[in-house]
C-alpha cells in the first residue's frame, strides 16, 4: 500500500497582516451562557454531533480550519469561544494565521511542567479523567455499565495480554483544550498500529449511548517501554467528530481519516519524560494503559482535570 508523507507539522505562525487575536464584541446579555446549555442538553448534543454526516463534515473541518483568510478566521475563532471556554493564557502565540493555527497552538515555555520524581507517570495530555482503575482481566470501561475489550481496541489479543489485571486511565481533550500530547516517561516508541475507523464524538453523552465507542473510532496504538525497569505502556490516541487528523513528531505520516496505510509503523524513537509526541487537530481522547503494579496517582480521579506533566500512575515498587 502507498504511505502517503508529508512535511512535519510547524509550529503555529502569527498573522501576517499584523491582525490582532480575534476578540468578539461582548456578547448580548445571555448570549454564550445560553448557547452552552444549549449544548449541554444531552439528546440535542448528541443529535447535533452524531447523528450527522460525521466522515464528510470531519473531512470539511481539516480543509475548512486551515483557510488562512482574516474574515474566516475571526468569524470561526469567534463562534468558537461562544460554545467553549477557549483560554490562551498559555499560549506562545497570540495570533494565529488560521482557526488551524489556534487549535493545534504550542505552549509557552514552561507552561507545562513535568513532575521530577522518575517512579511517577505524568499525564500525557491536558484532560478530564474519564473511566479509570484497574484492569478487569482484559475488559475496561468506556462509561459506567459500557464495557469494552482492550483486545478490541489495540486490534491485538497477544497485546491486551500483556495488561491483563493492569491499570486504565481515560484523558478527554475538549475542543478548547491543548492539543500536543508528550511522553510521560524516559522511554522509547518502537511501533504504532494505525485502526481506521468512524469519528463518534467522545463526549460523555455519546459515551453513555453508544457501545464500544473507542473501539470503533479512528485511533493510534502507541507502544511505549520506560526506559527505567522496562514497563511497556500503550498509549491509545482516539481521534472523534471533527478531528480531521493526528500527527507524530517521530514519524513522517498525517493520518487520518483518507490514510490508507501502511497500519504498522515501526521506529525507534527515544523520548525523554514530556517530550512532544505529537498532536491532534482538535480535541478528542487518550487512553493510557500500564501493566500489573502500576497505580493511580492521588489526584486521578473521575471527573478531575489534569494538565499535562501531572501525576497520572505511579510504578510499582
Not at 468578539?24 to 446549555?37: E, Q, S
Not at 495570533?95 to 504550542?106: D, G, P
Not at 517501554?225 to 507524530?248: E, Q
Request: hydrophobic share 40%.
Amino acid at each position: 500500500m502507498t504511505d502517503p508523507r508529508g512535511a512535519g507539522p510547524a509550529p503555529a505562525a502569527g498573522i501576517t497582516d499584523g491582525s490582532p487575536l480575534p476578540v468578539p464584541a461582548p456578547d448580548p446579555p445571555g448570549v454564550g451562557a445560553f448557547l452552552r446549555r444549549l449544548a449541554s442538553h444531552e439528546q440535542l448534543n448528541f443529535l447535533l454531533t452524531n447523528r450527522i454526516p460525521r466522515v464528510a463534515l470531519t473531512r470539511f473541518m481539516g480543509w475548512f480550519s486551515r483557510i488562512e483568510q482574516p474574515l474566516v478566521r475571526d468569524a470561526s475563532i469567534a463562534v468558537w469561544r461562544l460554545f467553549t471556554d477557549l483560554d490562551l493564557t498559555d499560549a506562545r502565540e497570540r495570533r494565529f494565521e488560521s482557526l488551524h493555527a489556534c487549535f493545534t497552538r504550542r505552549l509557552r515555555e514552561g507552561a507545562r511542567p513535568q513532575d521530577p520524581d522518575p517512579r511517577v507517570l505524568v499525564s500525557p495530555c491536558d484532560g478530564i479523567v474519564g473511566a479509570c482503575g484497574d484492569v478487569n482481566g482484559t475488559r475496561v470501561f468506556q462509561a459506567k455499565g459500557y464495557p469494552y475489550s482492550a483486545a478490541e481496541l489495540f486490534g491485538d489479543p497477544a497485546l491486551a495480554e500483556r495488561f491483563r489485571d493492569g491499570c486504565y486511565v481515560t484523558l478527554r481533550l475538549t475542543s478548547a483544550m491543548y492539543h500536543h500530547f508528550h511522553a510521560p516517561l524516559d522511554g522509547r516508541v518502537h511501533r504504532i498500529d494505525y485502526i481506521s475507523g468512524d469519528c463518534w464524538n467522545v463526549n460523555p453523552v455519546a459515551l453513555k449511548r453508544i457501545e464500544r465507542l473507542y473501539c470503533r473510532n479512528e485511533r493510534a496504538v502507541v507502544h511505549f517501554t520506560s526506559d527505567s525497569g522496562g514497563h511497556p505502556l500503550v498509549i491509545v490516541p482516539v481521534a472523534a467528530v471533527l478531528v480531521a487528523s493526528m500527527r507524530f513528531t517521530f514519524v513522517d505520516v498525517r493520518m487520518h481519516l483518507r490514510y490508507r496505510g501502511p497500519n504498522r509503523i515501526d521506529c525507534d524513537a527515544a523520548l525523554a519524560k514530556g517530550a512532544e509526541m505529537g498532536h491532534f487537530e482538535h480535541g478528542s481522547t487518550i487512553i493510557v494503559f500500564a501493566p500489573r503494579g502500576f497505580t493511580l496517582a492521588a489526584e486521578v480521579r473521575t471527573g478531575a482535570r489534569l494538565r499535562a506533566g501531572m501525576p497520572l500512575m505511579r510504578l510499582p515498587d
